[in-house]
């Protein structure tokens, strides 16, 4: 044999007996070789195996008593960088938890010096949006400060607070800052008002010339049957015309398209960058928490499963049934406190109650897995996970 070729030929000589011996042992021992950590490789915590298990349970029962709904979960300790997630690299509609996002981009305006949070806008009569919050109490034509409708447009969700600080700093910026902070895993975020617009346009394109004052009269009808009928007024066709022959196929349709959405990895990237300073400054990043701490939206979410000596800075977010809660856990320890990202959505199921019962559950199995708790799976602080999901209900927003 060629000297040159005789390592080659050893080589493959040994691969082939390590072959014929790994065939010669029972499948267990091979399977259990493949999976032993490598040399010098770090255990993943206990908590993240338990955790793990308890979402997929989660996720077992909400799928047993909805096929055709889904929960998704992605949480990351920032301490020592382990992670668990539960179909967090796929695509979720995040509702208004996009309007995180829309603040960071509004605050560094504050820090460049465009404006201050004291900075007046005026409220016009296109500005209304239909939802949550207190703006839409004000009459056209008063001027509301920057600080106010962030803290709105947070705390309490307030889609016209939303839309009228993106108009302030443009949607196009907000959608710079996001892919500059995240290059991957989000879809274009759009205007509050122009969620309804593509919604409703899905039924027929004349949507896309609705108004505020639309949008408003739209939400008043009590029943879908009552929206299909008042949309083919306000547009001033049939509604037999109509291209989808509900307003749940609407949404369904909009949600498809992917905007709105993200992966929740993504997200909660979003979230470590927001508590790391890299993206504002201290005094902002520390502000923008306080604010988040403060949401008032969502108290039967994530934070009614977490113990009551922990934080969470947090934004939800809740559609036709879509409804989301994300945000950062704050646990007080005697050195640096200890900082936990959470990103978790609800998708297929219509009854708001039961989604926001599976993320209280969320909440609950983060405690349990001792991730909180110095390691205790027993804690007396964190809640008993119920063992049902509550019965069918009707209720939407």
Request: charged share 20%; glycine share 10%.
């Amino acid at each position: 044999m060629h000297r040159r070729f005789a390592p080659f030929a050893a080589r493959r000589f040994v691969r082939s007996l390590a072959r014929s011996a790994l065939g010669a042992l029972p499948a267990v021992v091979v399977l259990m070789m493949a999976a032993a950590p490598r040399a010098g490789a770090a255990p993943a915590p206990g908590w993240t195996q338990r955790l793990q298990a308890e979402l997929q349970r989660i996720e077992r029962q909400l799928e047993g008593s909805r096929r055709s709904a889904g929960v998704g979960v992605y949480v990351r300790d920032l301490s020592s960088g382990a992670s668990v997630s539960l179909h967090g690299q796929e695509p979720w509609y995040l509702a208004s938890t996009v309007k995180v996002p829309v603040a960071i981009a509004v605050l560094r305006g504050v820090e460049r010096g465009d404006y201050t949070l004291e900075t007046t806008l005026t409220l016009r009569a296109g500005d209304y949006v239909d939802g949550a919050g207190a703006t839409n109490r004000h009459a056209a034509g008063e001027a509301l400060t920057i600080r106010y409708l962030l803290e709105q447009m947070i705390v309490y969700s307030d889609n016209t607070a939303s839309d009228m600080l993106i108009g302030l700093v443009g949607i196009r910026e907000v959608n710079a800052l996001v892919a500059s902070l995240v290059p991957k895993g989000f879809e274009r975020i759009t205007s509050l008002a122009d969620v309804r617009r593509q919604a409703y346009g899905q039924l027929d394109p004349g949507a896309a010339h609705l108004s505020g004052h639309d949008f408003l009269v739209l939400k008043a009808q009590r029943t879908d049957a009552d929206r299909m009928k008042t949309l083919a007024l306000l547009l001033q066709v049939p509604a037999s015309g109509f291209r989808l022959r509900s307003l749940g196929e609407a949404y369904d349709a909009y949600y498809a398209s992917g905007l709105n959405s993200g992966r929740l990895d993504a997200y909660g990237e979003l979230l470590a960058l927001l508590v790391e300073g890299k993206a504002l400054g201290a005094a902002y990043t520390a502000y923008l928490l306080g604010v988040m701490d403060g949401v008032k939206t969502g108290p039967r979410r994530i934070r009614a499963g977490l113990p009551p000596q922990v934080r969470f800075a947090h934004k939800t977010g809740t559609q036709r049934a879509r409804i989301c809660d994300s945000g950062v856990i704050t646990v007080p320890r005697p050195g640096p406190d200890q900082r936990i990202v959470v990103a978790a959505c609800v998708r297929g199921e219509p009854s708001l109650d039961r989604s926001e019962r599976v993320l209280r559950q969320v909440g609950e199995a983060i405690c349990a897995s001792g991730l909180l708790t110095h390691g205790k799976l027993h804690d007396p602080s964190c809640r008993s996970l119920p063992s049902v999901l509550p019965g069918p209900g009707a209720d939407e927003r």
